[in-house]
């Protein structure tokens, strides 16, 4: 199953298992490529965000038009704040960045219950290196491909380049099917 992709300097379309890492600046602008991602060619779709609350998840949504009907949002900030939080209404939470266990079983969950076109986002792949550790972070990072490529899903994953070192960086870009990397001026350029 191939996948549309409407991202700037990207193939038209992607083989269902592709898993692209997004290379940003710490304070570059990422919502407008993540959601431009969820949002083409799309039945059900996964944000997986250790930088942000769910509730703030929801407002990127909103904003950007995507179809919240369509969304499955894992909250792992929200407990971890002292936030009082139960699932349901397609709000998922683990109780931190760090529980990597559990972002890996919402993920299997995710896509062993939902049929069609999925998409996972997990924004971000260095705030869970800072609180579970790049190797944790690196392990999680590998087992979530393997579920995009078992259940023909594809996935965005997002790494703030200046954060992690060189080698580390180039580690990552090794795993990945595709990168998206933005600059500090915006300009995007893709390798496929």
Avoid: C, W
Wanted: proline share 2%; net charge negative.
């Amino acid at each position: 199953m191939d996948y549309a992709l409407t991202v700037e300097d990207t193939p038209e379309t992607i083989p269902g298992g592709t898993g692209i890492l997004l290379i940003h600046p710490s304070t570059g602008e990422t919502d407008r490529i993540d959601t431009d991602f969820l949002n083409t060619d799309t039945d059900s779709l996964l944000v997986v965000s250790t930088r942000t609350t769910a509730r703030e998840v929801e407002q990127k949504l909103e904003h950007y038009d995507v179809d919240r009907e369509k969304a499955t949002i894992l909250d792992t900030l929200s407990i971890e704040r002292g936030y009082s939080r139960r699932s349901g209404e397609g709000v998922h939470y683990v109780a931190a960045p760090d529980d990597v266990d559990g972002i890996v079983d919402t993920v299997a969950e995710f896509l062993e219950e939902n049929d069609g076109k999925l998409r996972v986002s997990l924004d971000s792949v260095t705030e869970m290196a800072y609180y579970a550790d790049e190797e944790r972070a690196r392990e999680t990072v590998d087992a979530l491909l393997e579920l995009l490529a078992e259940h023909d899903a594809v996935g965005l994953f997002h790494l703030a380049e200046e954060v992690h070192d060189e080698s580390v960086v180039e580690e990552y870009r090794e795993l990945f099917d595709g990168i998206i990397s933005l600059d500090v001026d915006g300009e995007v350029r893709g390798e496929f």
